[in-house]
Protein backbone atom coordinates (compact mmCIF):
# COMPACT_ATOMS: atom_id res chain seq x y z
CA UNK A 1 0.00 0.00 0.00
CA UNK A 2 1.42 3.77 -1.26
CA UNK A 3 2.31 5.70 1.77
CA UNK A 4 0.21 8.60 1.34
CA UNK A 5 2.17 12.04 1.72
CA UNK A 6 1.47 14.24 4.26
CA UNK A 7 1.95 17.79 3.10
CA UNK A 8 2.54 20.96 6.46
CA UNK A 9 -0.31 22.80 6.89
CA UNK A 10 -0.11 26.32 5.51
CA UNK A 11 -2.41 29.57 5.92
CA UNK A 12 -3.36 30.84 2.47
CA UNK A 13 -3.91 34.75 2.35
CA UNK A 14 -7.25 35.19 3.56
CA UNK A 15 -5.92 32.85 6.68
CA UNK A 16 -2.89 34.98 7.20
CA UNK A 17 -4.81 38.48 6.95
CA UNK A 18 -7.03 36.74 9.65
CA UNK A 19 -4.65 35.74 11.83
CA UNK A 20 -3.09 38.68 12.33
CA UNK A 21 -6.29 40.54 12.78
CA UNK A 22 -6.73 37.85 15.70
CA UNK A 23 -3.21 38.32 17.16
CA UNK A 24 -4.11 41.93 17.09
CA UNK A 25 -6.85 41.67 19.18
CA UNK A 26 -5.75 39.57 21.67
CA UNK A 27 -3.02 42.00 22.49
CA UNK A 28 -5.14 45.02 22.30
CA UNK A 29 -7.20 42.66 24.94
CA UNK A 30 -5.63 44.67 27.86
CA UNK A 31 -5.75 48.62 26.10
CA UNK A 32 -9.53 48.99 27.45
CA UNK A 33 -8.92 47.98 31.10
CA UNK A 34 -6.26 50.61 30.82
CA UNK A 35 -8.34 53.01 29.44
CA UNK A 36 -10.62 52.44 32.26
CA UNK A 37 -8.23 52.07 35.48
CA UNK A 38 -5.51 53.28 34.41
CA UNK A 39 -3.34 56.22 32.32
CA UNK A 40 -4.75 56.69 29.33
CA UNK A 41 -1.16 57.86 27.69
CA UNK A 42 -0.11 54.46 28.15
CA UNK A 43 -3.41 52.95 26.27
CA UNK A 44 -2.91 55.62 23.45
CA UNK A 45 0.67 54.10 23.17
CA UNK A 46 0.06 50.70 23.63
CA UNK A 47 -2.36 51.11 20.62
CA UNK A 48 0.02 53.05 18.44
CA UNK A 49 2.52 49.50 19.18
CA UNK A 50 0.20 47.09 18.63
CA UNK A 51 -2.77 48.14 16.21
CA UNK A 52 0.03 48.65 13.08
CA UNK A 53 0.83 45.02 13.08
CA UNK A 54 -2.63 44.10 11.22
CA UNK A 55 -0.06 45.15 8.33
CA UNK A 56 3.40 43.23 9.29
CA UNK A 57 3.38 41.03 6.53
CA UNK A 58 2.87 43.64 3.47
CA UNK A 59 4.89 46.41 5.21
CA UNK A 60 6.96 44.50 7.55
CA UNK A 61 9.74 47.90 7.58
CA UNK A 62 7.29 50.23 8.19
CA UNK A 63 5.34 48.47 10.82
CA UNK A 64 8.73 48.36 12.39
CA UNK A 65 9.27 51.94 12.23
CA UNK A 66 5.88 52.55 14.07
CA UNK A 67 6.10 50.37 16.77
CA UNK A 68 9.85 51.43 17.34
CA UNK A 69 8.80 55.08 17.25
CA UNK A 70 5.87 54.49 19.84
CA UNK A 71 8.86 52.68 22.14
CA UNK A 72 10.79 55.96 21.95
CA UNK A 73 8.11 58.13 22.79
CA UNK A 74 7.46 55.67 25.70
CA UNK A 75 11.11 55.95 27.03
CA UNK A 76 10.29 59.74 27.26
CA UNK A 77 6.86 59.73 28.92
CA UNK A 78 6.89 56.50 30.87
CA UNK A 79 9.58 55.21 33.28
CA UNK A 80 8.14 51.54 33.14
CA UNK A 81 7.23 48.58 30.78
CA UNK A 82 4.20 48.91 29.13
CA UNK A 83 2.22 45.28 27.57
CA UNK A 84 2.30 47.25 24.38
CA UNK A 85 5.93 46.40 24.27
CA UNK A 86 5.26 42.52 23.09
CA UNK A 87 4.69 44.38 19.33
CA UNK A 88 8.66 44.93 19.70
CA UNK A 89 9.71 40.83 18.56
CA UNK A 90 6.53 40.40 16.23
CA UNK A 91 7.64 43.42 14.40
CA UNK A 92 11.74 42.67 14.29
CA UNK A 93 10.31 38.27 13.22
CA UNK A 94 8.09 40.50 10.63
CA UNK A 95 10.90 42.55 9.27
CA UNK A 96 13.60 39.14 9.03
CA UNK A 97 10.70 37.21 7.66
CA UNK A 98 9.20 39.33 4.65
CA UNK A 99 11.58 42.10 4.41
CA UNK A 100 15.24 42.31 3.11
CA UNK A 101 18.19 41.27 4.38
CA UNK A 102 19.81 44.99 4.85
CA UNK A 103 16.09 45.79 6.95
CA UNK A 104 16.22 42.94 9.04
CA UNK A 105 19.83 43.59 10.29
CA UNK A 106 18.89 47.79 10.87
CA UNK A 107 15.63 46.07 12.60
CA UNK A 108 17.91 43.56 14.98
CA UNK A 109 20.26 46.76 15.86
CA UNK A 110 17.95 48.90 16.58
CA UNK A 111 16.12 46.54 18.81
CA UNK A 112 19.63 46.40 20.80
CA UNK A 113 20.01 49.56 20.97
CA UNK A 114 16.16 49.72 22.46
CA UNK A 115 17.27 47.21 24.98
CA UNK A 116 20.36 49.51 26.75
CA UNK A 117 17.97 52.43 26.77
CA UNK A 118 14.94 49.91 28.39
CA UNK A 119 17.15 48.77 30.68
CA UNK A 120 18.45 52.16 32.25
CA UNK A 121 14.77 53.74 31.54
CA UNK A 122 13.48 50.61 33.78
CA UNK A 123 15.74 50.95 36.37
CA UNK A 124 16.86 54.72 36.94
CA UNK A 125 13.95 54.97 39.43
CA UNK A 126 16.16 52.32 41.64
CA UNK A 127 19.39 54.15 42.64
CA UNK A 128 20.56 51.10 44.50
CA UNK A 129 20.16 49.06 40.96
CA UNK A 130 23.57 47.91 40.47
CA UNK A 131 25.52 47.58 36.92
CA UNK A 132 25.04 44.39 36.58
CA UNK A 133 21.25 44.51 37.28
CA UNK A 134 21.07 46.62 34.58
CA UNK A 135 23.26 44.38 31.76
CA UNK A 136 21.16 41.56 32.95
CA UNK A 137 18.13 43.69 31.94
CA UNK A 138 19.75 44.58 28.46
CA UNK A 139 20.77 41.01 27.98
CA UNK A 140 17.63 39.54 28.47
CA UNK A 141 15.49 42.03 26.31
CA UNK A 142 18.23 41.64 23.51
CA UNK A 143 18.07 38.01 23.60
CA UNK A 144 14.32 38.35 22.91
CA UNK A 145 15.03 40.81 20.25
CA UNK A 146 18.08 38.22 18.70
CA UNK A 147 15.78 35.42 18.57
CA UNK A 148 12.88 37.02 16.72
CA UNK A 149 15.26 38.02 14.00
CA UNK A 150 16.58 34.74 13.77
CA UNK A 151 13.58 33.02 13.89
CA UNK A 152 12.11 35.06 11.26
CA UNK A 153 15.48 34.98 8.96
CA UNK A 154 15.10 31.29 9.19
CA UNK A 155 11.73 31.20 7.77
CA UNK A 156 12.28 33.34 5.25
CA UNK A 157 15.41 31.00 4.03
CA UNK A 158 13.11 28.20 4.30
CA UNK A 159 10.65 29.89 2.54
CA UNK A 160 13.16 30.76 -0.42
CA UNK A 161 14.08 27.07 -0.92
CA UNK A 162 10.81 25.76 -1.25
CA UNK A 163 10.15 28.91 -3.57
CA UNK A 164 13.42 27.32 -5.37
CA UNK A 165 12.20 23.70 -5.75
CA UNK A 166 8.72 24.76 -6.56
CA UNK A 167 10.15 26.86 -9.14
CA UNK A 168 12.48 24.08 -10.57
CA UNK A 169 9.60 21.25 -10.58
CA UNK A 170 7.40 23.65 -13.21
CA UNK A 171 10.99 24.15 -15.12
CA UNK A 172 10.88 20.73 -14.86
CA UNK A 173 7.79 20.28 -15.83
CA UNK A 174 7.95 22.43 -18.54
CA UNK A 175 10.96 21.03 -20.25
CA UNK A 176 9.14 17.38 -19.86
CA UNK A 177 6.55 19.07 -21.95
CA UNK A 178 8.70 20.22 -24.57
CA UNK A 179 10.59 16.98 -24.95
CA UNK A 180 7.43 15.45 -25.32
CA UNK A 181 6.89 17.32 -27.83
CA UNK A 182 9.85 17.54 -29.76
CA UNK A 183 9.63 13.26 -29.69
CA UNK A 184 5.93 13.86 -30.86
CA UNK A 185 7.18 16.11 -34.07
CA UNK A 186 10.52 13.19 -34.57
CA UNK A 187 7.99 10.24 -34.20
CA UNK A 188 5.54 12.31 -36.73
CA UNK A 189 8.93 13.01 -39.23
CA UNK A 190 9.74 9.27 -39.07
CA UNK A 191 6.26 8.25 -39.74
CA UNK A 192 6.13 10.44 -42.66
CA UNK A 193 10.04 9.08 -43.81
CA UNK A 194 8.50 5.95 -43.62
CA UNK A 195 5.01 6.58 -45.55
CA UNK A 196 6.93 8.20 -48.34
CA UNK A 197 9.47 5.41 -48.89
CA UNK A 198 6.83 3.10 -48.70
CA UNK A 199 4.25 4.86 -50.87
CA UNK A 200 6.63 6.40 -53.38
CA UNK A 201 8.41 3.06 -54.23
CA UNK A 202 5.32 1.00 -54.33
CA UNK A 203 3.43 3.51 -56.71
CA UNK A 204 6.55 4.45 -58.84
CA UNK A 205 6.44 0.75 -59.74
CA UNK A 206 2.94 0.62 -60.60
CA UNK A 207 3.26 3.86 -62.94
CA UNK A 208 6.22 2.22 -64.51
CA UNK A 209 4.78 -1.26 -65.23
CA UNK A 210 1.25 0.82 -66.10
CA UNK A 211 2.91 2.99 -68.72
CA UNK A 212 4.64 -0.45 -70.43
CA UNK A 213 1.77 -2.57 -70.22
CA UNK A 214 0.04 -0.09 -72.00
CA UNK A 215 2.77 0.96 -74.23
CA UNK A 216 2.97 -2.80 -74.90
CA UNK A 217 -0.36 -3.94 -75.12
CA UNK A 218 -0.83 -1.82 -78.80
CA UNK A 219 1.46 -4.41 -80.24
CA UNK A 220 1.32 -7.77 -77.82
CA UNK A 221 -1.18 -7.81 -75.65
CA UNK A 222 -0.15 -10.99 -74.26
CA UNK A 223 2.56 -8.54 -72.25
CA UNK A 224 0.29 -6.90 -70.36
CA UNK A 225 -0.15 -9.93 -68.26
CA UNK A 226 3.33 -9.99 -66.71
CA UNK A 227 3.21 -6.00 -65.99
CA UNK A 228 -0.34 -6.54 -64.27
CA UNK A 229 1.14 -9.12 -62.32
CA UNK A 230 3.63 -7.47 -61.27
CA UNK A 231 1.68 -3.87 -60.41
CA UNK A 232 -1.03 -6.48 -58.25
CA UNK A 233 2.05 -7.61 -56.23
CA UNK A 234 3.26 -4.10 -56.21
CA UNK A 235 0.01 -2.59 -54.53
CA UNK A 236 -0.34 -5.60 -52.39
CA UNK A 237 2.97 -5.33 -50.59
CA UNK A 238 2.59 -1.58 -50.13
CA UNK A 239 -0.79 -2.13 -48.54
CA UNK A 240 0.47 -4.52 -46.48
CA UNK A 241 3.67 -2.25 -45.31
CA UNK A 242 1.03 1.11 -45.05
CA UNK A 243 -1.41 -1.39 -42.82
CA UNK A 244 1.55 -2.77 -40.83
CA UNK A 245 2.70 0.64 -39.83
CA UNK A 246 -0.88 2.29 -39.06
CA UNK A 247 -1.14 -1.02 -37.09
CA UNK A 248 1.62 0.27 -34.96
CA UNK A 249 0.19 3.88 -34.64
CA UNK A 250 -3.23 2.48 -33.31
CA UNK A 251 -1.74 0.59 -31.03
CA UNK A 252 1.44 0.53 -30.24
CA UNK A 253 1.44 -3.15 -28.97
CA UNK A 254 0.56 -6.22 -30.69
CA UNK A 255 2.15 -8.74 -33.18
CA UNK A 256 3.20 -7.26 -36.60
CA UNK A 257 5.32 -8.08 -39.15
CA UNK A 258 9.27 -7.27 -38.43
CA UNK A 259 10.67 -4.67 -40.36
CA UNK A 260 13.22 -4.69 -43.28
CA UNK A 261 16.57 -5.90 -42.60
CA UNK A 262 19.72 -6.47 -44.87
CA UNK A 263 18.25 -9.96 -45.57
CA UNK A 264 15.15 -8.28 -47.52
CA UNK A 265 17.83 -6.51 -49.72
CA UNK A 266 17.72 -9.19 -52.46
CA UNK A 267 14.39 -9.68 -52.89
CA UNK A 268 14.14 -6.05 -53.26
CA UNK A 269 16.60 -6.02 -56.35
CA UNK A 270 14.63 -8.55 -57.73
CA UNK A 271 11.91 -6.53 -57.15
CA UNK A 272 13.46 -3.94 -59.12
CA UNK A 273 14.36 -6.22 -61.85
CA UNK A 274 10.93 -7.66 -62.00
CA UNK A 275 9.56 -4.25 -62.81
CA UNK A 276 11.72 -3.25 -65.56
CA UNK A 277 15.29 -2.06 -64.23
CA UNK A 278 18.19 -3.33 -65.07
CA UNK A 279 20.04 -3.99 -61.48
CA UNK A 280 23.33 -5.43 -60.66
CA UNK A 281 24.54 -5.80 -57.10
CA UNK A 282 27.74 -6.66 -55.14
CA UNK A 283 26.44 -7.82 -51.76
CA UNK A 284 29.08 -9.26 -49.20
CA UNK A 285 28.29 -13.17 -48.36
CA UNK A 286 27.42 -13.43 -45.38
CA UNK A 287 25.85 -10.43 -44.95
CA UNK A 288 27.12 -8.33 -41.89
CA UNK A 289 25.49 -8.57 -38.36
CA UNK A 290 24.17 -5.30 -37.43
CA UNK A 291 20.90 -3.96 -35.30
CA UNK A 292 17.87 -3.67 -36.60
CA UNK A 293 18.11 0.40 -36.58
CA UNK A 294 20.87 0.32 -38.97
CA UNK A 295 19.57 -2.50 -41.09
CA UNK A 296 16.07 -0.67 -41.92
CA UNK A 297 18.22 2.25 -42.97
CA UNK A 298 20.21 0.95 -45.16
CA UNK A 299 17.19 -1.31 -46.63
CA UNK A 300 15.02 2.17 -46.95
CA UNK A 301 18.31 4.04 -48.60
CA UNK A 302 18.68 1.06 -51.37
CA UNK A 303 14.49 1.05 -51.45
CA UNK A 304 14.42 5.04 -52.01
CA UNK A 305 17.54 4.86 -54.38
CA UNK A 306 16.31 2.41 -56.77
CA UNK A 307 12.52 4.47 -56.61
CA UNK A 308 14.73 7.48 -57.81
CA UNK A 309 16.15 5.46 -60.62
CA UNK A 310 13.10 4.32 -61.95
CA UNK A 311 11.33 7.66 -61.36
CA UNK A 312 14.66 10.00 -63.14
CA UNK A 313 17.19 7.63 -64.86
CA UNK A 314 15.16 6.84 -68.12
CA UNK A 315 14.60 3.92 -70.54
CA UNK A 316 17.73 1.51 -70.16
CA UNK A 317 19.71 2.63 -67.92
CA UNK A 318 21.51 0.10 -65.67
CA UNK A 319 21.66 0.63 -61.59
CA UNK A 320 24.40 -0.45 -59.64
CA UNK A 321 23.56 -1.52 -55.45
CA UNK A 322 26.82 -2.17 -53.56
CA UNK A 323 26.56 -3.10 -49.98
CA UNK A 324 30.31 -3.67 -47.51
CA UNK A 325 31.73 -2.83 -44.42
CA UNK A 326 34.52 -0.02 -44.10
CA UNK A 327 34.53 1.47 -40.94
CA UNK A 328 30.91 1.41 -40.91
CA UNK A 329 28.23 0.16 -43.44
CA UNK A 330 28.86 1.46 -46.71
CA UNK A 331 25.86 1.48 -48.65
CA UNK A 332 26.30 2.38 -52.76
CA UNK A 333 23.66 3.27 -55.43
CA UNK A 334 24.81 4.60 -58.79
CA UNK A 335 23.07 4.47 -62.33
CA UNK A 336 24.49 5.63 -65.65
CA UNK A 337 20.89 7.16 -66.65
CA UNK A 338 20.46 10.95 -67.16
CA UNK A 339 20.25 11.81 -63.37
CA UNK A 340 23.52 14.12 -64.20
CA UNK A 341 20.69 16.34 -66.88
CA UNK A 342 18.55 16.49 -64.29
CA UNK A 343 18.06 19.23 -61.96
CA UNK A 344 18.91 19.14 -58.71
CA UNK A 345 18.43 21.09 -55.56
CA UNK A 346 18.73 18.57 -52.39
CA UNK A 347 15.67 19.41 -51.18
CA UNK A 348 13.41 16.29 -52.26
CA UNK A 349 11.58 14.56 -49.30
CA UNK A 350 12.97 11.54 -50.41
CA UNK A 351 16.44 12.34 -50.59
CA UNK A 352 15.92 14.42 -46.98
CA UNK A 353 14.18 11.37 -45.59
CA UNK A 354 17.06 9.08 -46.23
CA UNK A 355 20.09 11.98 -44.92
CA UNK A 356 17.97 12.57 -41.59
CA UNK A 357 18.07 8.35 -41.23
CA UNK A 358 21.40 8.37 -42.05
CA UNK A 359 22.53 10.92 -39.76
CA UNK A 360 20.04 9.71 -37.11
CA UNK A 361 22.84 6.43 -36.84
CA UNK A 362 25.55 9.30 -36.58
CA UNK A 363 26.37 8.81 -40.30
CA UNK A 364 26.40 10.88 -43.83
CA UNK A 365 24.53 10.61 -46.90
CA UNK A 366 26.11 12.33 -50.41
CA UNK A 367 23.57 12.53 -53.14
CA UNK A 368 24.29 14.21 -56.55
CA UNK A 369 25.08 13.70 -60.23
CA UNK A 370 27.92 11.52 -61.43
CA UNK A 371 30.57 13.03 -63.29
CA UNK A 372 30.42 10.83 -65.68
CA UNK A 373 26.68 10.53 -66.23
CA UNK A 374 24.05 9.35 -64.18
CA UNK A 375 23.16 9.40 -60.13
CA UNK A 376 25.09 8.28 -57.38
CA UNK A 377 23.90 8.34 -53.64
CA UNK A 378 26.38 7.44 -51.04
CA UNK A 379 25.87 6.74 -47.42
CA UNK A 380 27.99 5.46 -44.56
CA UNK A 381 26.20 4.41 -41.39
CA UNK A 382 28.40 4.16 -37.96
CA UNK A 383 27.73 0.64 -36.81
Known amino acids: MARQVRHPFRLGPRGERWFDVALVGFLLLPVPVFLIWGSRVEALLMLVQIAPLVFRRRHPTAVFAVVAAACGVQALLVDEPLWGQVAVPVAVYSVARYGSTAASLAAAAVGLVGAGIASYDWLRPYPDSSETAYVAYALSIGAIVVTASAVGALRRTRQAYVDALVERGERLEREA ?74 SGVGETEPQPRLTDLPALIEEARRAGTTVASELPDPLPPVSDGVALTAYRVVQEALTNVRKHAGPGATATVRLRVDGGLVVDVSDDGRGAAAPYDGRGLG ?8 TTHGGHLEAGPRPGGGFAVHARISL
Open 177 to 250: TQQAALAAIEERHRIAREMHDVVAHGLTTIVVQADGARAAAAQDPGVAAPALATIAEAGREAIAEMRRMLGLLR
Open 351 to 358: LTGMRERV
